[in-house]
């Protein structure tokens, strides 16, 4: 927490000025209560507001105390949006996608994973997609157009659905797009927040099912890439150990289907997520893949800085008041 004046915080000096106030008129109070001549009746009276005739003031207090604080524009630490941020969906298609260990398939529950990222990824960010077998290709380069990114996503059944993993090359792709995106740089920010310090302009998110068969770098040679460039890189291994591709091949002329196992590789993700300063998340059914995709898109394309909370102490202070009020009204003394 701070304060974009904190020399008004000496305000609060009013509140044991207040609190004195109160005690002294209490004192001055209980001295002309000795005339009263019932005293059975006085001291049951007193017996029952003993403790409740102390909340009305007491949130009087609190509201005044929460007024002056107000006054110091208070600012509270958070993430808020960047006009500056691209994040970089990166998913595996290959034929281990077509298992369905996850349902409806590992394919399916990414789709349906990516999507919702885009519909909590702030609207000002730009995103961009990558699609990954044997060998990357941009099937939708990084934009605000989210109607344009979700029709790329729908189209990822059909590319390269039998390749293999190039998990390394998909990776250098990803950070070069990253790259290319850094050089572009458009002009200073124009959020309405004060922002700490700066944060990465672009991160990328990744989704693999399964280990590198294909390709010409390494997992952690396309890792270090993405890391000389300051890109982290979020990755996210889809699928159980358990998980089996079944094949049509051999189903002809009386032969059988292959079933050739497809376990992810959460070692590497985990790996290239360390390297690059990312996080990883390891989805083995939908709900996990949702989960992890919602929080992501909470947090990508955000930047760490300051939010002014002034209307929300005011509000409050506005509640304590109202119901120091009514209290005082309801338990407040009548006459018989």
Same mark, same amino acid.
């Given at each position: 927490?701070?304060?974009?004046?904190?020399?008004?915080?000496?305000?609060?000096?009013?509140?044991? =000025?207040?609190?004195?106030?109160?005690?002294?008129?209490?004192?001055?109070?209980?001295?002309?209560?000795?005339? &009263?001549?019932?005293?059975?009746?006085?001291?049951?009276?007193?017996?029952?507001?003993?403790?409740?005739?102390?909340?009305?003031?007491?949130?009087?207090?609190?509201?005044?105390? =929460?007024?002056?604080?107000?006054?110091?524009?208070?600012?509270?630490?958070?993430? *808020?949006?960047?006009?500056?941020?691209?994040?970089?969906?990166?998913?595996?298609?290959?034929?281990?996608?077509?298992?369905?260990?996850?349902?409806?398939?590992?394919?399916?529950?990414?789709?349906?994973?990516?999507?919702? &990222?885009?519909?909590?990824?702030?609207? @000002?960010?730009?995103?961009?997609?990558?699609? &990954?077998?044997?060998?990357?290709?941009?099937?939708?380069?990084?934009?605000?157009? @989210?109607?344009?990114?979700?029709?790329?996503?729908?189209?990822?059944?059909?590319?390269?659905?039998?390749?293999?993993?190039?998990?390394?090359?998909?990776?250098?792709?990803?950070?070069?797009?990253?790259?290319?995106?850094?050089?572009?740089?458009?002009?200073?920010?124009? *959020?309405?927040?004060?922002?700490?310090?700066?944060?990465?302009?672009?991160?990328?998110?990744?989704?693999?099912?399964?280990?590198?068969?294909?390709?010409?770098?390494?997992?952690?040679?396309?890792?270090?890439?993405?890391?000389?460039?300051?890109?982290?890189?979020?990755?996210?291994?889809?699928?159980?150990?358990?998980?089996? =591709?079944?094949?049509?091949?051999?189903? &002809?002329?009386?032969?059988?289907? @292959?079933?050739?196992?497809?376990?992810?590789?959460?070692?590497?993700?985990?790996?290239?997520?360390?390297?690059?300063?990312?996080?990883?998340?390891?989805?083995?059914?939908?709900?996990?893949?949702?989960?992890?995709?919602?929080? =992501?898109?909470?947090?990508?394309?955000?930047?760490?800085? !300051?939010?002014?909370?002034?209307?929300?102490?005011?509000?409050?202070?506005?509640?304590?008041?109202?119901?120091?009020?009514?209290?005082?009204?309801?338990?407040?003394? !009548?006459?018989?």
């Amino acid at each position: 927490m701070s304060f974009d004046r904190p020399i008004l915080l000496l305000t609060l000096l009013v509140v044991p =000025l207040a609190i004195a106030a109160y005690l002294l008129i209490e004192r001055r109070r209980m001295r002309y209560a000795v005339t &009263f001549t019932n005293l059975d009746v006085l001291a049951s009276v007193v017996g029952k507001r003993s403790t409740r005739r102390f909340v009305p003031p007491a949130l009087f207090l609190l509201a005044l105390s =929460l007024l002056c604080f107000a006054l110091a524009r208070p600012q509270r630490s958070t993430l *808020i949006p960047s006009d500056k941020a691209t994040v970089i969906l990166v998913v595996d298609v290959s034929g281990s996608m077509h298992a369905t260990d996850v349902k409806p398939s590992r394919l399916g529950a990414a789709q349906a994973a990516v999507r919702t &990222f885009l519909d909590r990824v702030p609207k @000002r960010v730009r995103v961009g997609l990558i699609a &990954f077998s044997s060998e990357p290709e941009v099937a939708a380069p990084p934009t605000t157009d @989210r109607d344009l990114v979700r029709a790329s996503v729908n189209e990822l059944d059909f590319l390269q659905a039998y390749g293999g993993t190039a998990l390394g090359d998909a990776l250098a792709a990803a950070a070069e797009l990253g790259k290319k995106v850094i050089r572009e740089g458009k002009g200073p920010q124009t *959020i309405a927040y004060t922002v700490a310090k700066p944060d990465p302009l672009v991160s990328i998110l990744f989704l693999s099912d399964g280990k590198q068969t294909r390709g010409t770098l390494q997992p952690l040679e396309g890792a270090q890439r993405a890391k000389a460039a300051g890109i982290p890189v979020y990755t996210v291994a889809l699928g159980t150990p358990q998980g089996v =591709l079944t094949t049509p091949f051999g189903t &002809f002329g009386g032969g059988t289907a @292959r079933r050739i196992p497809v376990p992810p590789d959460p070692a590497t993700l985990t790996a290239v997520a360390k390297l690059t300063g990312g996080k990883f998340f390891n989805a083995r059914s939908a709900d996990a893949l949702q989960s992890a995709y919602k929080e =992501l898109g909470s947090k990508l394309g955000r930047v760490k800085g !300051r939010k002014e909370v002034t209307n929300e102490a005011v509000a409050i202070a506005a509640l304590a008041l109202l119901a120091a009020g009514i209290l005082s009204a309801l338990w407040g003394p !009548r006459l018989p």
